[in-house]
């Protein structure tokens, strides 16, 4: 479902409103959580006639492993460079774009805040508001193990 925050095209540069996207899976196989890769999330927006690159909010949190190629996202208006090997971790409310999304394809995962199991490592991480949104995990194969 998307909920304008305001009139406009979506499109904040242009003077439009940024689009809130809510938790929404075409198929909820465990609640409160989806994956799927980056090719199939861009071609799912575009046949729901959403560009990717307009700026949006998320309800829910979207952890991203870039596996291959190359582009721009931006999280929250700071764009950061995507290659293989960077992980992005939107949180609920942040807003993100896929500024160029280039070639850049990879594992996306989103889940809500009630997904997890209440532990207490898990309640750390995902309730570290303030953590890096962006991370470079390296090229090395090493990296490949959390892609799997």
Same mark, same amino acid.
């Given at each position: 479902?998307?909920? *304008?925050?305001?009139?406009?095209?979506?499109?904040?540069?242009?003077?439009?409103?940024?689009?809130?996207?809510?938790?929404?899976?075409?198929?909820?196989?465990?609640?409160?959580?989806?994956?799927? +890769?980056?090719?199939?999330?861009?071609?799912?927006?575009?046949?729901?006639?959403?560009? *990717?690159?307009?700026?949006?909010?998320? +309800?829910?949190?979207?952890?991203?492993?870039?596996?291959?190629?190359?582009?721009?996202?931006?999280?929250?208006?700071?764009?950061?460079?995507?290659?293989?090997?960077t992980l992005l971790w939107?949180?609920?409310?942040?807003?993100?774009?896929?500024?160029? *999304?280039?070639?850049?394809?990879?594992?996306?995962?989103?889940?809500?805040?009630?997904?997890? *199991?209440?532990?207490?490592?898990?309640?750390?991480?995902?309730?570290?508001?303030?953590?890096p949104a962006c991370r470079?995990?390296?090229?090395?194969?090493?990296?490949?193990?959390?892609?799997?």
């Amino acid at each position: 479902m998307v909920l *304008p925050v305001g009139l406009g095209d979506g499109d904040p540069s242009r003077g439009g409103a940024i689009l809130r996207l809510d938790f929404n899976p075409p198929e909820e196989r465990v609640p409160g959580f989806e994956i799927i +890769d980056l090719a199939t999330l861009h071609e799912r927006r575009r046949r729901r006639g959403r560009r *990717p690159d307009l700026v949006h909010r998320v +309800d829910f949190h979207t952890l991203t492993l870039i596996t291959e190629g190359s582009g721009e996202h931006a999280i929250d208006f700071v764009t950061y460079p995507v290659r293989p090997g960077t992980l992005l971790w939107v949180r609920p409310g942040q807003v993100q774009s896929f500024v160029r *999304p280039g070639t850049a394809n990879g594992t996306h995962l989103l889940f809500t805040p009630a997904f997890p *199991p209440h532990t207490s490592s898990a309640d750390r991480l995902v309730n570290e508001w303030y953590g890096p949104a962006c991370r470079q995990l390296g090229a090395s194969p090493t990296y490949a193990v959390l892609s799997t």
